[in-house]
């Protein structure tokens, strides 16, 4: 059951634009989203996060946006840097509930 | 603080055989969380143990079963392993306090021939 959804598996960017990855999720239980990032060979680092009680959380060039009624939020990376480039996963949580996870989107920032 | 640790981080197996993977969370995070990821699927979710529990469980056949001892050590066993067992096993620790992130391991790369 795919409760939290990318659909991008890949996104292409310039270095110093903006990235945005996208993140929907169907189980409106949930109320506290986070995004990880994975290099190769490495397990998944905790990035940002943010309680449905907001709808924007910002953290340096890292910012998320939540979207409750759309049941969607996104991370926005400004400016993009070519160390950015790896997978991000959307993940999302309800009270004391397992954690849900997307299938994760590639991120490439071109020099 | 030294992070999560997984061992093996490697391991080749045959279908039909079963194995064994550790996890140790961090010092004093009692929650200990198991994860499979394949190409294209994301995170799985396997199964979450807390104070020596089973606290939650996702979808997975029952020849995937775990245990957490009482230093929080975690194991997780696949039994009869299938050629779809092949996979990036990763475990996460947290404090166990609702809504903390998650830190992960560097995962175990189960490959079945």
């Known amino acids: 059951d795919q409760q939290v959804k990318q659909n991008s598996p890949s996104l292409s960017v310039q270095e110093g634009r903006i990235s945005i990855l996208n993140c929907d999720y169907t189980n409106s239980m949930f109320d506290y989203f986070l995004w990880y990032k994975k290099y190769p060979a490495e397990g998944p680092t905790f990035l940002i996060s943010?309680?449905?009680?907001?709808d924007k959380n910002e953290d340096g060039r890292f910012t998320v946006f939540l979207n409750k009624s759309a049941k969607h939020l996104s991370l926005h990376i400004v400016p993009s840097q070519p160390g950015d480039s790896a997978v991000y996963f959307c993940a999302a949580s309800a009270y004391n509930n397992d954690m849900r996870f997307g299938a994760g989107t590639r991120l490439t920032v071109k020099p | 603080k030294a992070g999560v640790t997984q061992t093996p981080r490697y391991l080749i197996k045959t279908r039909g055989q079963q194995v064994t993977l550790s996890c140790s969370p961090i010092?004093?995070?009692?929650?200990v969380s198991w994860y499979q990821q394949t190409p294209g699927q994301g995170l799985q979710f396997l199964f979450e143990y807390f104070s020596e529990t089973q606290r939650n469980k996702g979808n997975f056949p029952g020849r995937f079963s775990g245990r957490q001892f009482s230093n929080s050590r975690s194991e997780m066993n696949v039994s009869t392993l299938e050629l779809g067992d092949s996979a990036l096993y990763l475990c996460?620790?947290?404090?166990?306090?609702?809504?903390?992130?998650?830190?992960f391991g560097p995962g175990t790369r189960l490959t079945v021939l």
């Open positions: 943010i309680s449905s009680i907001k």
């Open positions: 010092s004093g995070h009692r929650s």
């Open positions: 996460a620790s947290k404090r166990g306090d609702t809504y903390n992130e998650q830190f």
